[in-house]
């Protein structure tokens, strides 16, 4: 293939339909744990996290809550991929071994979403009420409440955490009827998980009732082989937030007045993108450290 401007862009395009064909047929898992946002600015303020509505009867005026308690701000970041691919490569139409590198930048652009939201489960920052995001004394109208424990992945532990979180309440002293519905675990656990939810008896003989009680996700993240998760992500706003700032982008530095091309004979493709994700309702979350029998 003779090297010109024409079938440079013939070829710009074709990585680019590869990219965008790839980037559709993959999904993350991010969605079950976090809520998309849209971001126009860079810094979107989330102290709106703090006013958990629920219904009253209307007497007299609204009644709104007051939110200077509350700070939270998820800041967007930008991240990149990028390739090189040898003039050679295109001279003698060797492109099929550039079109697999292509296809995994799209992969690893979407999985990138994974490692971010999932990433928050383990590294435990601070959320909107300035609690670390699992803590045992969230405070809600001068009630503490909890959304961590240490007990080991079991039948009793699963039940025993679903039912906490169930128990959380508003301000009010309402119930804000939590449903857990997925239960998050590391590759080291899957069997554990397996077993409690699909099995129907437990080892010691007995029926087993945690049966198809929720799903269960294998996150490929977690490296705490104890730690376990179980969320309610049956809810518009779930326990994380993935904020988009700028949706992933496929670029390329291939014309032939480009300086790598002029300077080194390489053509370059990558991948960028503006996001970020943050904490979202704890409420929505339980973790145990699973260090304790």
């Not at 309610?232 to 390329?252: C, G, Y």
Request: proline share 3%; charged share 25%.
């Amino acid at each position: 293939m003779i090297i010109n401007r024409t079938n440079l862009q013939a070829i710009n395009k074709g990585f680019s339909k590869i990219f965008t064909d790839q980037l559709t047929t993959v999904s993350g898992d991010q969605s079950k744990i976090a809520t998309e946002v849209i971001a126009s600015t860079k810094t979107v303020d989330y102290a709106w996290l703090g006013d958990f509505p629920r219904m009253r009867e209307w007497v007299g005026d609204r009644v709104l809550k007051d939110l200077s308690a509350y700070t939270y701000q998820i800041i967007g970041k930008k991240f990149e991929a990028t390739i090189e691919v040898d003039a050679d490569d295109i001279t003698y139409d060797n492109l099929g071994i550039v079109k697999p590198r292509i296809q995994m930048m799209a992969s690893e652009a979407v999985e990138h979403y994974d490692e971010l939201t999932f990433g928050l489960l383990e590294s435990n920052g601070v959320c909107y009420d300035g609690k670390a995001f699992f803590a045992v004394d969230h405070d809600v109208g001068g009630v503490a409440f909890s959304n961590l424990s240490n007990k080991k992945l079991a039948n009793a532990s699963l039940l025993a955490a679903r039912a906490e979180m169930r128990g959380i309440t508003t301000d009010t002293g309402k119930p804000l009827r939590i449903r857990p519905t997925l239960l998050i675990v590391p590759p080291e656990l899957e069997q554990v998980a397996i077993d409690i939810l699909t099995k129907d008896f437990l080892a010691n003989g007995e029926s087993n009732t945690s049966k198809g009680l929720m799903e269960y996700l294998v996150a490929d993240w977690l490296t705490d082989p104890n730690a376990w998760y179980i969320v309610d992500n049956s809810r518009p706003i779930k326990p994380t937030i993935l904020q988009k700032n700028k949706e992933i982008k496929f670029v390329a530095m291939d014309k032939e007045d480009d300086e790598n091309v002029f300077m080194r004979d390489k053509f370059r493709y990558g991948v960028d993108s503006r996001c970020n994700a943050g904490y979202g309702l704890w409420q929505l979350a339980h973790k145990s450290t699973g260090t304790v029998a």
